[in-house]
């Protein structure tokens, strides 16, 4: 049996076919969890249920845009069917923005980094609670961002996409505490992921932002992330909730 107690536990991961999606899921697996792994790549969503099936871990791909309610209706929808329910949810799936300041944010780069951002993991979130409230458990784990402790770590649509996420959390904890149901977050600083940065040079957002930058420090493995949603989810944090976790190596204690 499992010490963290994912034997046999259903557990949906998004942005799963990289980054911290991708050791989020290896590891919920090698916990004996069986994964659904979301990924808006299907071939990067098949590749890591290649690697879960050949270490001898039970997981399914979904592919799709989550901004897109009938996605979300079908990663939940798998997972129920699949795998019998949903223990465990961890909306980690997000984009960057060009790291523009509000004076220079145009409509769609606004509008794609909040849907992505904040309103996917808030669909998924009220597609998944029926289901955990039936089985009067679940756990919700978002990322949020450095930036959703600061200002000066992204644009002007990062960081309020990922301070939204930081009040999803908290609603979610105290709405739903006594159900059984416990949602945190962590706070990654950088870390080694594939996601990437427009930044247009010279321009008024990532001109400020480069001196608070250097106060990144060592940028993290992505399994080093995993490893605290992990544990966020697991029993041994039965009695944390709506906590946002800094996974910054001191950052934000600058």
Request: with cysteine; net charge negative.
């Amino acid at each position: 049996m499992s010490s963290t107690g994912f034997e046999n536990r259903s557990v949906v991961v998004t942005g799963a076919g990289s980054g911290i999606g991708r050791a989020t899921a290896l590891l919920f697996a090698a916990e004996g969890a069986n994964v659904v792994v979301a990924d808006i790549d299907g071939a990067r969503a098949e590749a890591v249920v290649g690697e879960i099936e050949a270490a001898g871990g039970s997981a399914v791909a979904v592919a799709g845009d989550l901004c897109d309610q009938a996605v979300v209706d079908l990663v939940v929808r798998t997972a129920v069917d699949r795998f019998g329910g949903l223990d465990v949810l961890v909306n980690n799936a997000g984009i960057m923005d060009r790291m523009s300041a509000a004076a220079d944010v145009t409509d769609e780069e606004w509008e794609r980094v909040i849907r992505v951002n904040l309103t996917a993991p808030f669909l998924l979130t009220r597609a998944a609670l029926p289901h955990m409230l039936a089985r009067g458990r679940g756990a919700i784990v978002n990322t949020a961002s450095e930036a959703a402790l600061r200002g000066s770590a992204a644009g002007t649509p990062y960081t309020v996409s990922k301070h939204g996420i930081v009040g999803l959390t908290r609603s979610v904890a105290i709405m739903y505490r006594d159900a059984g149901i416990r949602a945190n977050a962590i706070a990654p600083g950088g870390t080694r992921t594939n996601l990437v940065v427009d930044v247009p040079p010279g321009t008024h957002g990532p001109t400020v932002l480069a001196s608070y930058l250097q106060n990144i420090g060592r940028v993290a493995d992505a399994d080093e992330q995993a490893a605290a949603i992990v544990f966020l989810a697991s029993e041994a944090a039965s009695n944390i909730n709506g906590v946002v976790l800094p996974t910054d190596n001191g950052w934000s204690a600058v």
